[in-house]
């Protein structure tokens, strides 16, 4: 699966350019006299930046501070919660406990290893939380190591202990125990599990219009105050650019993106991606370069576009039809970089036309 790691600057991943942080929106024109203003909030979380842009409710109890304050404190919750970067967030300390022991965890954590592990049954394993070894061990992680081709051996004897069907779940008494000695990384969900605790407090408090955008991790709400839907960007795969490779019109809806053109190194010649597949331990190697994500919810189309990347067009394309996703896929071809649509995604953009 994509390691994205929570502690790394979001311009060192692929990620979805958001024109809805400028003034119109890639140069359109307002559809609605002298709109009014956004409100905008800015900050840092999960080592990334997140945007918070709403239209305030007149009728709130809160200020704008209040509300601000309560953005930052429930993404700062996740993080402190999720990261495998502090040392005793619950995902590290859990990381830490002995095999075949029950561990208890927040309502949050235990949602978000619930929904990973949903996920992963679907996608029969592209998307793995138990790989956090993995990743280190290809010096990707926190105990981070450049231009580590790990020794075969103990590959061999990481990947032994990897497997989400080793991670059991006590939902009566929100537990979490493993079957082996793994650690989990939850780093490819956490950030748009973010976005949607954000969501759901201003979708709380009445807020009818707003972008939430967590190191490129989106989920939108009503039409912009110019009556247009929300445009976002999606970046081409082009190393050292950052070039608009195309634009989506989104509404009431979350977007994700992945892709492994900006996170790897190379040793003797050879690229070695990010983007580890957690059957065979190694990173892989088809031409998939990125994959854009739309749906409800911004965790689950962040877990979903990190295992459409382990999965390759072939096999994405078949889950993106079996369960209806909207999906945009940009592969590496002899005449460069071409963009293919899953059926739900060109249904999506044509009812937008």
């Known amino acids: 699966?994509?390691?994205?790691?929570?502690?790394?600057?979001?311009?060192?991943?692929?990620?979805?350019?958001f024109c809805a942080l400028f003034l119109q929106g890639c140069g359109e024109e307002p559809a609605v006299e002298n709109p009014p203003k956004l409100h905008t909030f800015t900050g840092q979380v999960m080592g990334t930046w997140y945007t918070v842009k709403y239209l305030p409710f007149a009728a709130s109890d809160l200020s704008l501070e209040g509300i601000?304050?309560?953005i930052h404190t429930r993404l700062s919750r996740v993080d402190?919660?999720?990261?495998?970067?502090?040392p005793e967030s619950e995902v590290s300390r859990f990381n830490r406990a002995l095999p075949n022991e029950w561990f208890e965890v927040s309502a949050e954590t235990f949602e978000v290893v619930s929904l990973s592990q949903s996920i992963s049954e679907k996608t029969a394993g592209a998307f793995?939380?138990?790989?956090?070894?993995?990743?280190n061990l290809w010096g990707f992680g926190p105990d981070?190591?450049?231009e580590q081709v790990p020794d075969e051996d103990n590959l061999f004897n990481v990947l032994v202990e990897v497997g989400y069907e080793k991670i059991e779940l006590h939902s009566s008494e929100l537990k979490l125990r493993k079957k082996t000695p793994l650690q989990i990384d939850l780093s490819a969900i956490a950030k748009g599990y973010g976005v949607d605790q954000v969501a759901d407090f201003l979708d709380e408090i009445s807020v009818t219009t707003y972008m939430v955008e967590v190191g490129g991790e989106i989920r939108t709400r009503g039409l912009k105050p110019n009556g247009k839907p929300w445009r976002i960007a999606v970046e081409s795969p082009i190393t050292n650019q950052r070039d608009v490779h195309s634009i989506i019109d989104i509404t009431d809806q979350a977007v994700a993106t992945s892709g492994d053109y900006r996170n790897y190194f190379e040793k003797d010649g050879q690229r070695f991606s990010h983007t580890i597949d957690p059957k065979t331990g190694y990173p892989i190697t088809h031409n998939l370069a990125s994959v854009t994500v739309v749906g409800k919810t911004a965790a689950e189309v962040d877990a979903l576009a990190t295992a459409f990347s382990v999965l390759g067009l072939d096999q994405a394309m078949r889950y993106a039809k079996a369960y209806n996703v909207a999906a945009y896929f940009i592969v590496k071809e002899p005449e460069g970089f071409v963009g293919k649509a899953s059926d739900a995604f060109i249904e999506m953009t044509r009812k937008k036309l």
């Open 68 to 70: 601000d304050t309560q």
């Open 80 to 86: 402190q919660l999720m990261s495998t970067y502090k």
């Open 144 to 146: 981070y190591k450049a």
């Open 1 to 17: 699966m994509i390691r994205r790691t929570m502690a790394q600057s979001f311009f060192f991943i692929p990620f979805v350019l």
């Open 128 to 135: 793995d939380i138990s790989v956090a070894r993995l990743v």
